[in-house]
Each structure stands twice: as C-alpha cells, then as structure tokens.
C-alpha cells in the first residue's frame, strides 16, 4: 500500500514560473487536503477537498489553484511562484472525522 | 472557528525522564484532538487521538494524552523519554461529529523535544 505520493520530493523554480505538485493516494480517502509548513508557523491549510469536484479554501490560498477530477489524485497549481511560497509543503487523506489524515512525505519548494 | 496552542516551541528532556508536551484549543463544538510527530525530513505520523469516549488515549511509542475538557488540554506524555523520542510535535484539533467543518485540521506550531546530553 502506497499511501499518499507527492512528487517531485524536491524543486526550484524562478520567480513568476508555474508548477504543478502532485498528490496520489490509493486509500479510497474522500478527504484531502494540502498544506504549507514553515518555520514557527505549524502547518496551515491551503486548500482542501471533501470529494471529487468538490474543492475549497483553506486558511492561506492566494496564489495556488486545486482541483479534484478524481478520488486519488489532488494536484496543487503554483500560478506564478514567488519568493514567499518557499516552503515545504504536504499533501493529506482521510476518511473523514475521527480517523485523522495520512500525510505524504511532502514537497521542498524554493523560489529564487 | 478552532485554534491550537502549544505551550513551549522547545523541550529538552533526559532520557529516562517524564516527557510533557503541552496543548490547549479552542473549538465551538466538541472537538477530536490529534497528536502528531514529524521526524526530520519527514512526513507527519498519527501518535494517537481522541474522538469520542475513554478522556486517556494511547498511541504507539508508548505516548498518551488525556483529554480534559474543563481545562481544553490534551497533553502528550510519555514515561521516559528514550533517545529516538527526538522529533517535532504537533497537537490538532478538528471539530467534532457535529460540528460543519469536521473535515479542516488546524495544527498548533510544533514542539521540538531534543534530548538533554
């Protein structure tokens, strides 16, 4: 069992490039979510989805795009990176309520 | 609306010693409360939480945490502390069954426990 897959692991871009991060998982989870993670700052919520079509909000959304065309996959679109977007960043699955989120091992993301 | 604040950005401890990490929330509806650990260069992993029922929750690695809901605490502890306890901690916190928004985690800012030499 794979559980939740980002890739790449790693990247660079240059101000005002696009990328996509990828999200995989191969739980059947309805739930996913990314989130951004920097020093001192915990994780906070990017955006997140409750099933496919379904996506949504989260805490600090400016300048990502997501969208949820199937149950496995929740890609994470970087419109134009900035140097304020570094950072490392994670995608999460869950069936919902109590059962907590599986997280993935996550992106490091450097905007120079 | 939910927060999560943990006590303490840094705990050392001696191994063989009591580890306590601290978490307070807040949340307008019964919540489920989650502890979580991030070694470094790594994702996060499920320690234990609590949802409904029994208020002292084990997780693996010999950690536990008890809910107090007059006190909105959910503090992890651990006996002793070994060597391989050294990793971030994050406590979150959900809204409960029924509340709207029980799908959105909101974490607290970690607590790094590194070991006392």
């Known amino acids: 069992n794979a559980g939740v897959t980002q890739t790449p692991k790693f990247q660079v871009l240059k101000t005002g490039q696009s990328m996509t991060l990828q999200c995989a998982q191969d739980?059947?989870?309805?739930?996913m979510s990314w989130y951004r993670q920097d020093p001192g700052m915990g994780l906070r919520l990017i955006h997140y989805?409750?099933?496919?079509?379904?996506?949504d909000q989260g805490e600090v959304p400016n300048g990502y795009n997501v969208s949820r065309s199937t149950t496995e996959d929740f890609p994470l679109r970087l419109l134009s990176a900035a140097p304020s977007q570094t950072s490392v960043y994670f995608c999460?699955?869950?069936?919902?309520?109590?059962?907590?989120?599986?997280f993935g091992s996550g992106t490091r993301l450097t905007v120079v | 609306a939910q927060s999560v604040t943990q006590l303490g950005s840094h705990v050392s401890v001696s191994e063989g010693a009591l580890v306590l990490l601290r978490c307070n929330y807040s949340?307008?509806?019964?919540?489920?409360l989650f502890w979580y650990v991030q070694y470094p260069n790594q994702g996060l992993q499920l320690l234990l939480k609590?949802?409904?029922?029994?208020?002292l929750v084990k997780g693996i690695n010999g950690f536990e945490a008890e809910f107090k809901k007059s006190e909105t605490s959910f503090h992890l502890t651990k006996p002793s502390a070994h060597m391989s306890d050294a990793a971030e901690y994050f406590c979150?916190?959900?809204?409960?069954?029924?509340?709207?928004?029980?799908?959105?985690?909101?974490f607290g800012k970690g607590t790094l426990l590194t070991g006392k030499p």
């Open positions: 999460a699955s869950s069936y919902g309520t109590g059962d907590g989120y599986t």
């Open positions: 739980m059947n989870h309805e739930y």
């Open positions: 989805s409750v099933g496919a079509g379904i996506t």
């Open positions: 949340s307008s509806v019964p919540p489920y």
């Open positions: 609590y949802t409904t029922g029994a208020t």
């Open positions: 979150a916190v959900s809204e409960g069954v029924s509340g709207g928004s029980n799908y959105k985690l909101t």
